[in-house]
């Protein structure tokens, strides 16, 4: 089982970036699906990618051509670059694993990202 830690939050002006870090520790980290999800205060989580572990990406319809998930299995971390960054992307952002066809149940602490319009 892999423990997963979110990092790269932070204030940004609308048009910014910013880069998530989700690291995870265990040996079987390239056996997982990992996504990103986001919660915005009075709402629930929603999807926001997710790259299998065969590299097969899934981008939300309002992150696409903005967001880019990518993984360094050498290192043990997923990223989330996020371009073009919108108010309405302010959010805690959670990293989580699965593994295969199993539910989303392994979660990070989050990290928060505020973008100012």
């Known amino acids: 089982q892999v423990q997963l830690v979110e990092s790269g939050g932070g204030l940004v002006q609308a048009g910014g970036s910013l880069r998530l870090s989700c690291a995870a520790s265990g040996r079987t980290f390239n056996t997982y699906d990992i996504g990103w999800f986001r919660q915005a205060p009075g709402k629930e989580r929603e999807f926001v990618a997710t790259i299998s572990s065969s590299g097969l990406i899934y981008n939300a319809n309002s992150v696409r051509g903005r967001f880019t998930i990518s993984r360094d299995n050498a290192k043990n971390t997923v990223y989330l670059q996020m371009n073009r960054l919108k108010p309405e992307d302010t959010a805690v952002y959670y990293c989580?694993?699965?593994?295969?066809?199993?539910?989303?149940?392994?979660w990070g602490q989050g990290t928060q990202v505020t973008v100012s319009s």
């Open positions: 989580g694993a699965k593994l295969g066809s199993s539910t989303w149940d392994l």
